[in-house]
């Protein structure tokens, strides 16, 4: 929504905590194929894991916006100009042939950071397999992507990020050819990219024009869009300042959209995880700032903001003088814990989280020297390290929401059950609606058919027109039959409307359901036939 401007411009001139917005028309739609129940996704993983690695042989290539400021200097030159590029839908736009190619490339210039034992013809026919066989259903129908990755696919954000570095080469090599070294080797140390989001300090006496018509030129797929300025530039989560006196300052970025809303503290969610959101935040807060000024100000806003989610007031300060007391978070830290991670071997024990359910995890912790006394257990959990997991499971959003759309908006109505053995299907009048013989027209409010229960119905006798209204707690169709068996046997009969369709039409009726009643009881179904029969006035119902 934030790519909005009609949507951005109605928050910035908000008067009210509801904003209003009828259809804005620059609001872009994609499809966005669900990566984990997807067929493809066991094996978009695994290829991510083999080619991952590559990606930190991509000169631009940057982690997160921690490695991000890493990159930036303390100052800059007077004329220095901030400047941003946006990769158009990059996902979707990827010609395969360009991403075969890419892949390709790194897999020739870099096999020493692949593993051995996958060949490059084995890497390259499973990247087609899950390029060409993404397949997803909207509307009804089903769809073939072309061209493109699935946005929701696992190695979508490696496979994109060597796409573009595979461009980068050809690029740098371009700018070679034509400006000189020193332009090209300029322009490789100082871009920095994560996925398609692109970032650059301009001091070159070259126009940055020339050098976006570049950009553009690598594949008539691929369209860069350029933001620039000379006072400030969001990029990623960092907001960049040119300060009067050129220094470099740092504020973190938020979007006019984004309300920061954190997870409530009374959220459904363990302990550990509520009680470490403030000193995350924060610790997030005292990286990107990088004056004290900014930092205060972005502190007294968390304390505010995570008072609105019913975060107790100790439990944020003790985040916060924790995140102070730490500092910064710096990459390299993060690396050598990384590593740590690595050597230790660790082996996640995932359970669903439900706070009533017994924590086994303490348990098996308990009994870990006894699954050691078995020599299978003992070679599997050698110089491992089992650390407690917890999957999300299923909320209300998953219940209530669906991933199909079905735009073809239809009225309710009355449908046969389509089952062969059913003597009820030839009978019944299919429709939204129907209008009896008298002039009154009804239509239904919910899909009837012969199957459904605790209902209202009314029969039509086949030769005068003349109806009857009735209501049944059985199916339909078992309703039916009775009136059928009684109108064959007039010993049988019990209400005036048989022994009329006997005489007139020979047994012969039609059927139009009327209600169907959502709660159990006879008393609101009873009511409800009551009632329709004074708005339709059938005259078989006559004593």
């Given at each position: 929504m934030h790519k909005s401007e009609v949507i951005s411009n109605a928050i910035l001139e908000q008067h009210t905590e509801c904003?209003?917005?009828?259809?804005?028309?620059?609001?872009?739609?994609?499809?966005?194929?669900?990566?984990?129940?997807?067929?493809?996704?066991?094996?978009?993983?695994?290829?991510?894991?083999?080619?991952?690695?590559?990606?930190?042989?991509?000169?631009?290539?940057?982690?997160?916006?921690?490695?991000?400021l890493n990159h930036l200097p303390t100052t800059v030159n007077p004329n220095s100009e901030l400047i941003s590029?946006?990769?158009?839908?990059?996902?979707?736009?990827?010609?395969?042939?360009?991403?075969?190619?890419?892949?390709t490339f790194w897999l020739e210039n870099k096999r020493n950071i692949?593993?051995?034992?996958?060949?490059?013809?084995?890497?390259?026919?499973?990247?087609?397999?899950?390029?060409?066989?993404?397949?997803?259903?909207?509307?009804?129908?089903?769809?073939?992507?072309?061209?493109?990755?699935a946005m929701g696919t696992k190695m979508a954000p490696t496979y994109a990020t060597l796409v573009l570095g595979y461009l980068e080469h050809i690029l740098y090599e371009q700018l070679l050819n034509s400006y000189g070294q020193e332009f090209a080797s300029y322009v490789r140390q100082n871009w920095k990219r994560f996925l398609d989001d692109c970032f650059i300090i301009w001091n070159s006496d070259i126009p940055v024009e020339i050098f976006h018509t570049e950009l553009n030129s690598l594949n008539d797929q691929i369209r860069f869009t350029i933001n620039r300025s000379k006072i400030e530039m969001p990029f990623l989560d960092v907001l960049i300042r040119i300060s009067?006196?050129?220094?470099?300052?740092?504020?973190?970025?938020?979007?006019?959209?984004?309300?920061?809303?954190?997870?409530?503290?009374?959220?459904?969610?363990?302990?550990?995880?509520?009680?470490?959101?403030?000193?995350?935040?924060?610790?997030?807060?005292?990286?990107?700032?990088?004056?004290?000024?900014?930092?205060?100000?972005?502190?007294?806003?968390?304390?505010?903001?995570?008072?609105?989610?019913?975060?107790?007031?100790?439990?944020?300060?003790?985040?916060?003088?924790?995140?102070?007391?730490?500092?910064?978070?710096?990459?390299?830290l993060r690396e050598q814990v990384h590593v740590t991670s690595n050597q230790n071997n660790i082996i996640p024990f995932v359970t669903t989280y439900n706070p009533r359910d017994y924590n086994i995890f303490h348990f098996m912790k308990q009994i870990e020297f006894n699954l050691n006394s078995s020599e299978r257990m003992k070679n599997v959990l050698q110089k491992k390290k089992i650390i407690n997991s917890k999957r999300q499971?299923?909320?209300?959003?998953?219940?209530?929401?669906?991933?199909?759309?079905?735009?073809?908006?239809?009225?309710?109505?009355?449908?046969?059950?389509?089952?062969?053995?059913?003597?009820?299907?030839?009978?019944?009048?299919?429709?939204?609606?129907?209008?009896?013989?008298?002039?009154?027209t009804f239509t239904v409010m919910q899909d009837i058919s012969c199957k459904t229960k605790n209902l209202v119905y009314a029969i039509i006798c086949s030769n005068c027109g003349e109806f009857y209204v009735g209501e049944t707690k059985t199916e339909l169709r078992t309703r039916m039959t009775v009136h059928r068996q009684q109108t064959r046997h007039q010993d049988l009969t019990i209400i005036r409307a048989n022994e009329h369709f006997h005489d007139c039409s020979g047994g012969h009726f039609k059927i139009f359901p009327l209600y169907k009643v959502n709660t159990e009881g006879d008393f609101l179904r009873r009511r409800k036939e009551t009632l329709l029969i004074n708005i339709l006035k059938p005259s078989l119902n006559d004593k």
């Open positions: 904003i209003k917005i009828l259809n804005p028309d620059d609001l872009k739609f994609r499809p966005i194929v669900g990566g984990p129940n997807c067929v493809t996704q066991r094996l978009s993983h695994f290829i991510d894991i083999i080619l991952k690695p590559l990606c930190c042989e991509v000169p631009s290539f940057i982690r997160d916006d921690l490695e991000f590029f946006d990769v158009v839908s990059l996902y979707t736009n990827i010609p395969h042939d360009l991403g075969i190619s890419a892949i692949v593993q051995d034992r996958f060949s490059k013809e084995f890497i390259l026919e499973t990247v087609k397999i899950i390029l060409e066989r993404n397949v997803f259903y909207f509307d009804g129908k089903f769809y073939r992507q072309k061209r493109g990755t009067t006196n050129n220094n470099i300052i740092t504020d973190i970025f938020s979007k006019d959209t984004d309300t920061h809303m954190y997870l409530n503290f009374r959220s459904s969610h363990p302990k550990h995880i509520k009680i470490n959101i403030p000193f995350n935040l924060a610790s997030r807060i005292i990286t990107i700032t990088n004056t004290e000024e900014l930092r205060d100000t972005r502190l007294r806003e968390l304390r505010l903001y995570l008072k609105n989610q019913q975060y107790p007031e100790e439990i944020v300060e003790h985040g916060i003088q924790k995140a102070l007391e730490k500092g910064p978070i710096h990459t390299e499971p299923k909320n209300l959003k998953g219940f209530l929401s669906s991933s199909k759309f079905d735009f073809h908006e239809s009225s309710p109505s009355v449908k046969k059950c389509t089952d062969k053995r059913c003597m009820t299907c030839p009978s019944l009048i299919e429709g939204t609606s129907f209008t009896f013989k008298n002039g009154r």
